[in-house]
């Protein structure tokens, strides 16, 4: 046998076996000479193949023995994180030219609302957007031409705005679908079309967008941190209100987070509950600049928090006082039922697991099989889910695309 337990030799052949050919286990078995049974309990890590074994599931895997034995996990994998091409084309200026008449802005304004409604509320909100985007992304950048040179700065103003917000909403779109470029491009376009508009509000929620693109990126939780505490204090030069205190607590939320990417769990901690915390209160759950800033969002952040310490009985505690029906955002609904999922996992209770990740399925499966956790949650949950649960998990998997 080989001496050598805590490779992920089984990991590693089940990998190979998907990604070249995705063959069945007992199509391997039986070219192998062992029985399905076995092989499964060799990918689950439950059994150490010989080295002669070995050497031949490595030849009808078609890769090295080396490959099966390195200490390095095999690639993980993801969800689809795909942009829609028609969508990065007209977001670097690559599709066809325009020489329609500038859409009023008003129009432009209800189609953008529009769309945010649809990215936050549907079911297949990826599918259904990338409908609409494109030609909003060309008609926005047309008029923002045109208006631009303009005399009616009333018009010019709305156009800004209307651009701040669809830069907004590519923001999150592109972050969502793995492309953390365009991403950042478009959160630099939101930002220059809020200052364009003379619009604090929209400058603060542009850097509200600005803080997530960072946060999306290794180590970019210090700058996300910095780019909220600098918003948050121009906001405070800005005469009080509904909307600056929604912005001030949408801020206060990218630093907590970034407090509690970088561990520091008391900062984060404290900072939600002194300082996010009765902006909330204050405005209620609310959906200024799409933020989704409320008391129901902070109390999410609380368990995001505890989910990130590895806290699972304090983060289990807190979501039994929330209520998600309230908010406005898939979204937000989404991540809230995937941190539980994963409260549960870190205490490998199983069949709660497995009932969220259902959950989670209903929810929104275009967010589901783009999510690297749920993805790892359910591949971890079929290396060693109990028999009564493994059909369910097996059917999952397969339904992700992830057996």
Not at 285 to 302: M, S
């Amino acid at each position: 046998m080989v001496d050598s337990p805590k490779l992920p030799i089984g990991s590693r052949i089940r990998h190979y076996r998907r990604k070249n050919g995705n063959r069945s286990q007992a199509a391997i078995a039986g070219l192998c000479g062992i029985t399905e049974r076995y092989l499964s309990l060799i990918e689950t890590g439950k059994r150490t193949p010989s080295p002669d074994m070995l050497a031949r599931l490595a030849a009808e895997l078609e890769v090295p023995v080396a490959a099966l034995l390195s200490t390095e996990p095999p690639p993980k994998k993801t969800g689809s994180l795909t942009t829609a091409p028609d969508i990065a084309r007209a977001l670097m200026g690559f599709g066809a030219a325009c020489t329609d008449p500038a859409v009023a802005p008003a129009e432009l304004r209800e189609r953008i609302e529009h769309a945010w409604r649809t990215w936050q509320t549907s079911e297949e909100r990826f599918t259904d957007v990338e409908c609409l985007l494109p030609a909003l992304i060309v008609d926005v950048e047309r008029a923002v031409r045109i208006y631009r040179m303009g005399n009616d700065r009333a018009a010019r103003r709305d156009i800004f705005r209307a651009a701040a917000d669809l830069y907004g909403l590519l923001r999150s779109y592109c972050r969502r679908t793995g492309r953390l470029d365009l991403s950042l491009m478009a959160a630099d376009r939101a930002r220059r079309a809020a200052e364009d508009a003379d619009d604090p509000i929209r400058m603060a929620a542009a850097h509200w967008n600005l803080g997530h693109c960072l946060l999306s990126q290794e180590s970019g939780a210090e700058e996300a941190g910095e780019v909220a505490r600098l918003a948050t204090e121009q906001l405070r030069g800005v005469p009080e209100s509904d909307e600056n205190a929604a912005m001030q607590g949408a801020l206060e939320l990218v630093q907590v987070v970034a407090d509690a990417q970088r561990k520091n769990w008391w900062h984060a901690r404290e900072r939600l509950v002194g300082l996010a915390a009765p902006l909330g209160k204050r405005v209620g759950d609310a959906n200024i600049q799409w933020t989704v800033f409320g008391p129901t969002n902070v109390h999410l952040h609380a368990l995001s928090i505890e989910m990130l310490a590895g806290e699972s009985a304090e983060g289990l505690r807190l979501a039994d006082e929330v209520d998600i029906s309230r908010l406005p955002s898939k979204e937000r609904q989404f991540t809230f039922t995937l941190e539980l999922a994963r409260c549960y996992d870190l205490r490998r209770d199983d069949a709660a697991v497995l009932v969220h990740l259902l959950d989670l399925e209903k929810l929104s499966l275009e967010d589901m099989t783009r999510s690297t956790l749920a993805a790892d949650m359910v591949t971890s949950l079929l290396q060693r889910v109990r028999p009564t649960y493994r059909r369910q998990v097996v059917d999952l998997a397969e339904r992700l695309g992830l057996a």
